[in-house]
């Protein structure tokens, strides 16, 4: 059987040491434990402490949350069947401590939709270019330097700068992969 140590969690953590794989060795060595046929009650306590106490130590310990969804929710089943089978277990509230911590961890309440956000930026640059044309024949009919001239080349040096906002937004969507997206899509 694996040997474990003190576990830790996060960046660094090796496989060894996460709550899943501690879960697992708990699991594997309660049915090896559960399939010996014991000879006395000192070889019982023997193959106890070989095959259920490290992990059954390192889980009833256990005082950090849960590492991600996947872990929370073996913490969670692992509580379960050890309350189905031995009804007051030591390993019930490490467990459920466990799996709580990161379930109430705030969440991203929603991830960007890259291909929503890529379209939806890239008809508004289709808009301020269309106004950016429009602007251009008015400004023939009323140049520079009277009142509607002033303010129409006013209104266009906005639309440059939204331009160019948005096409910067458009690369930084396409860093996230919202170009390729649509246009698999398209």
């Not at 899943?20 to 402490?49: C, P, Q, T, W």
């Not at 849960?66 to 030591?90: C, G, M, Q, R, Y």
């Not at 890259?114 to 602007?135: D, F, I, P, S």
């Amino acid at each position: 059987m694996q040997d474990f140590n003190t576990p830790k969690t996060g960046e660094g953590a090796s496989p060894a040491e996460s709550l899943l794989n501690v879960i697992a060795g708990y699991r594997v060595g309660m049915d090896k434990y559960l399939d010996v046929k014991f000879v006395s009650e000192e070889h019982k306590a023997l193959e106890r402490k070989r095959l259920r106490e490290p992990c059954e130590t390192m889980l009833a310990e256990w005082s950090v949350p849960a590492a991600n969804k996947i872990e929370a929710l073996a913490a969670l089943k692992l509580l379960h069947s050890e309350i189905v089978d031995f009804e007051p277990s030591p390993l019930c509230t490490p467990m459920l401590n466990a799996a709580l911590a990161y379930l109430e961890k705030p969440q991203p309440t929603e991830r960007l939709d890259t291909n929503a956000a890529y379209c939806a930026v890239r008809e508004g640059l289709g808009m301020v270019r269309l106004m950016q044309r429009a602007l251009d024949s008015f400004l023939d009919e009323h140049p520079v330097g009277t009142e509607k001239g002033d303010m129409l080349r006013d209104i266009e040096q906005t639309g440059v700068i939204a331009g160019r906002a948005l096409d910067r937004a458009l690369v930084d969507i396409d860093e996230l992969g919202g170009y390729r997206i649509a246009r698999e899509e398209a």
